[in-house]
């Protein structure tokens, strides 16, 4: 999530000018892998990730996929 977002931390006025001009929403889209042996898998966002999404109207899209490890 931090790689997506760092490079955008500092256009948050400008995301919501674009946003708020064009009608167009944002959604940071998580792919976590998780494997069938891992049976405490954990997914937390950060603060700075969830401020980011707060602040720009960002919806966040969680697609989970369970992976076997003998794959």
Known sequence: ?????DPLLDKV???N????KFGV???LEIVPT????NTTP???PSLTVIDFCH???????IDLY?????E
């Open 55 to 61: 602040a720009t109207r960002t919806e966040m899209d």
């Open 17 to 20: 000018r674009i946003r708020e």
């Open 13 to 15: 006025g400008l995301l």
């Open 66 to 70: 369970l992976m076997d490890t003998e």
């Open 25 to 27: 929403s944002f959604t």
């Open 34 to 37: 998780v494997y069938v042996d």
């Open 42 to 44: 954990c997914l937390a």
């Open 1 to 5: 999530m931090h790689t997506t977002i």
